[in-house]
């Protein structure tokens, strides 16, 4: 039908009324079909744009011709509910390679958001292992804190000639050899003698706390 055969059909020099929709677009729906047949529009997405611009042409013609136009929602819900399913049939090779794109697409997305949970299990794991190790040396500042603990006195242990793994025995040793060497009574240096009974009395005092 041409477009003033459609205003004439449905009376629409008088506008546009909602009752005239159903039988109005099974009309331009028996038209898409005649012109894809026209066209030889099988699998060939091209030619079924062709059709369906014939169809939009005469939608304009139409709606430029009467009152108010026609309802531009109706040609979207025309063109959802039926042009779609219409090309999908039509034309099986485009819709079988857009559902293997958005398969694709689907399958993609699902590696990005495995990829994504397993980076984001990895940096949650250092996290909770670097809360654990910044507890642990935390509970130990507070337990050297209340316990009165102390370091080891290194300084002394070396004036000794010991390392802080040295027994009470080995103290005991090295502090009398070294007597024999600086004790004043032998001509040795009193400040050096001091500095030694010093360093035997830490370190005794350090091994019997340990």
Not at 9 to 32: P, V
Not at 75 to 88: D, H, M, P, Q, S
Not at 99 to 123: G, P
């Amino acid at each position: 039908m041409k477009p003033k055969e459609y205003i004439k059909k449905y009376n629409l020099i008088a506008g546009w009324k909602r009752s005239y929709q159903d039988n109005f677009l099974a009309d331009l729906t028996s038209e898409l079909f005649a012109f894809l047949e026209m066209l030889n529009a099988f699998d060939n997405p091209q030619k079924f744009d062709n059709a369906l611009n014939m169809i939009r042409n005469k939608w304009d013609a139409i709606s430029n011709k009467i009152p108010y136009g026609l309802p531009e929602g109706m040609w979207r819900y025309y063109y959802a509910t039926t042009v779609l399913k219409i090309r999908k049939e039509t034309c099986p090779t485009e819709t079988n390679r857009i559902e293997r794109e958005r398969e694709e697409r689907r399958l993609e997305y699902e590696e990005r958001k495995r990829r994504q949970a397993e980076e984001d299990a990895y940096f949650q794991r250092i996290r909770e292992e670097r809360q654990k190790a910044w507890e642990k040396m935390r509970d130990a500042y507070f337990f050297m804190l209340f316990s009165g603990f102390k370091l080891p006195p290194l300084n002394e242990f070396r004036i000794l000639g010991l390392t802080k793994d040295a027994t009470a025995d080995e103290v005991r040793s090295a502090y009398r050899e070294l007597t024999i060497k600086y004790h004043p009574d032998r001509g040795g240096d009193q400040e050096k003698f001091v500095q030694i009974t010093e360093a035997k009395n830490k370190c005794l005092a350090w091994i019997n706390r340990n």
